[in-house]
């Protein structure tokens, strides 16, 4: 079965989640954003999620996370938390 690591950052609009985004693109660390401004409880360790395999999390994240390229920053991705920046960390 497939494994993935990955960590977020759950924001409450599709505009800060896009702010967040280039702030990562111009090479703001996610992890100190994700501090900042995630409402996750995550947040406070840098967005990490640890590993999960599919069916874990809720379809939205399962899509991105399961097919997205390890290291790329995905979203916005909304689901019923709000909207979320994603990043894979590593896959098996």
């Known amino acids: 079965m497939s494994r993935a690591s990955a960590r977020h950052i759950l924001v409450d609009s599709e505009e800060k989640c896009?702010?967040?985004k280039t702030q990562i693109?111009?090479?703001t660390d996610f992890a100190e954003l994700a501090k900042k401004h995630s409402s996750c409880p995550s947040g406070r360790s840098g967005g990490d999620l640890g590993e999960f395999g599919p069916g874990q999390m809720v379809?939205?994240?399962?899509?991105v996370v399961f097919s997205?390229?390890?290291?790329?920053?995905?979203g916005p991705v909304k689901t019923?938390?709000?909207?979320?920046?994603?990043?894979v960390t590593s896959r098996r």
């Open 59 to 63: 379809p939205e994240f399962d899509k």
């Open 68 to 74: 997205a390229e390890v290291g790329s920053v995905e």
């Open 25 to 27: 693109e111009a090479g």
């Open 18 to 20: 896009n702010t967040l």
């Open 80 to 87: 019923q938390f709000g909207y979320h920046l994603l990043e």
